[in-house]
């Protein structure tokens, strides 16, 4: 599923918020709530799901970037099964190479030590010839804050890790609190900085191309946000995302071009740009999908609760 400018509105403002109310929602796209109802059905059914997610800050996680270049000998099944047993993984895609296989894996990490683990990792595998890390920032999304939660927030956040548009009468069933407390309990979360509530995929979303660019940017020449800005004002809709290096001057630049020539043509617009030094287009398919760290250490963070930790 390719999205359409519309979609991709949609899209980004459910990730922002994915509990946002449908007629909110509507008024900002400008369709009718029934249409945009109609949009997201379709959207979950080709794999958007809508999560809760813990602020980095508050479980102290950072995400990163490899690739990996192995000796083409290994079975592509097993061994992306193999990396994604790791639950730092969130997505690994296999890369369209001429030698060898490669692949680009995305995933967060919790200490700049546990990095160097996941490299070593890699490089165990058989058929690993080449490890490529990147610890990443993204400047588009705030890392967020610290916060002790209740365990009244608790028994709310353990019902919409089931479904965080779930709605309010359901979360009141299922904590066991009045309405009106669920209610009040989910603003001082959203308020809070502390939780995210927002999307992820189920499922590979787009059925054609995928192609990240590797930029090398000159050193102080400009900033992920001010890349950002030019990226979406250039290619608008066809840019999916952009991760800076936290240790090199190198870009991620994630796109959905119409088609290889319509890659190519991206491809040459990036190199001219002033401040980038060289690119180099990877082009991914065959995507598998993982849940992310954060998903798991909320879940530890509710398990507290019948342990007694926190106080409502």
Not at 56 to 74: N, P
Not at 108 to 115: A, N
Not at 197 to 211: P, Q
Request: proline share 2%; aromatic share 8%.
């Amino acid at each position: 599923m390719t999205l359409d400018p519309t979609d991709r509105s949609i899209f980004e403002e459910l990730g922002r918020d994915c509990r946002i109310p449908y007629k909110k929602l509507a008024g900002r796209i400008g369709l009718s709530t029934t249409a945009v109802i109609r949009r997201v059905s379709s959207l979950i059914e080709n794999g958007l799901m809508f999560v809760v997610l813990p602020s980095r800050a508050l479980v102290g996680t950072s995400g990163f970037i490899g690739i990996i270049h192995t000796d083409g000998t290994e079975n592509v099944k097993e061994l992306i099964n193999l990396i994604g047993t790791n639950r730092e993984i969130i997505q690994v895609s296999e890369l369209v190479t001429t030698i060898g296989r490669s692949y680009f894996v995305t995933g967060e990490y919790t200490r700049s030590k546990h990095l160097l683990e996941i490299g070593r990792r890699f490089r165990g595998l058989n058929g690993v010839k080449n490890v490529e890390l990147h610890s990443i920032i993204r400047s588009r999304i705030s890392e967020g804050i610290k916060l002790t939660a209740t365990k009244q927030q608790l028994l709310v956040l353990r019902a919409l890790r089931k479904d965080a548009r779930m709605k309010i009468k359901d979360i009141a069933e299922d904590s066991g609190l009045s309405v009106k407390r669920v209610r009040k309990i989910i603003r001082e979360i959203q308020e809070s900085g502390a939780f995210r509530f927002t999307t992820r995929w189920n499922s590979t979303l787009a059925k054609g191309l995928d192609l990240v660019l590797r930029i090398q940017i000159e050193e102080n020449a400009t900033s992920n946000q001010q890349v950002w800005n030019w990226m979406k004002e250039e290619f608008t809709t066809r840019v999916f995302d952009v991760f800076q290096s936290a240790t090199e001057p190198v870009l991620f630049a994630w796109f959905e071009p119409d088609d290889i020539k319509d890659a190519h043509g991206i491809c040459e617009m990036v190199r001219k740009e002033s401040s980038v030094i060289s690119i180099t287009p990877l082009v991914l398919f065959s995507h598998k999908k993982f849940p992310w760290l954060r998903e798991f250490l909320l879940d530890e963070m509710i398990q507290t609760i019948n342990g007694g930790n926190n106080t409502s």
